[in-house]
């Protein structure tokens, strides 16, 4: 009998590092949940990518940031392919501005996207992921430049590395790998926004390569992550940024 089709909810992953995440790991043989806050046109488009290439995909509205949500997109995960292995916790904010000019509401909306969202698809993957399952959590390398400007979306990811760090101890005993990424800059929609062309190119050659990541860049390194190759791999941050940092 051949084995179950394994399938991964990946947050956030209509567009931009998201939507290369989940067409690659379709095409590593997974059935994958496009989840989505509110751009359906583009997470059909990414289902149907995936469809026309012979994968299988849902797309599946939800707000990481509500545990309601977060429980149905669990629920029709599990529906539409039985049961869920893995999660990839890509949804994710920035806003660049310094300290003393960051107003509550800007706090709060990244905070609540990438702490609190973070915190409640972990809490539902801790419950309900298979053993021998795989999560991956998105950080930044943005952490260890500390560069100004990104104070608060740094610090929302220290604490996402203090999740994976943690939550890949508390699975003791179930063969659940807890990892994170953490690109360098990638030329996506998010990264560019509020961005000058002379600050993206300064940006730009901080690495060797002398250029932006693509988001294929890091699909690749969430493939080896949730495959069986990175068993051995838990509780790490993996920076991915071409040697920046």
Known sequence: MAAEQRSVIVTGSSRGIGRAVAKRLAADGFAVTVNYAGNQKSADEAVAAI????GRAVAVQADVA???????????????????????NNAGVMSMTP???TDDATFDRMFATNVRGTFLTLRAAAKRLRDGGRIVNFSTSATH?????YATYCATKAAVEVYTAILAKELRGRSITVNAVAPGPVATELFFEGKSEEHVARLANLNPFGRLGEPEDIARVVSFLLS????WVNGQVIRANGGMV
């Not at 430049?145 to 400007?149: A, C, E, K, T, Y």
């Not at 069986?228 to 068993?231: C, L, T, Y």
């Open 51 to 54: 469809v026309g290439a012979g």
């Open 66 to 88: 509500q545990a309601g949500d977060v429980a149905r997109l669990f629920d029709e995960t599990e529906t539409a392919f039985g049961r869920v292995d893995a999660l990839v």
């Open 99 to 101: 300290i003393a000019e």
């Open 145 to 149: 430049l500390q560069l100004p400007g």
């Open 228 to 231: 069986a190759d990175a068993g």
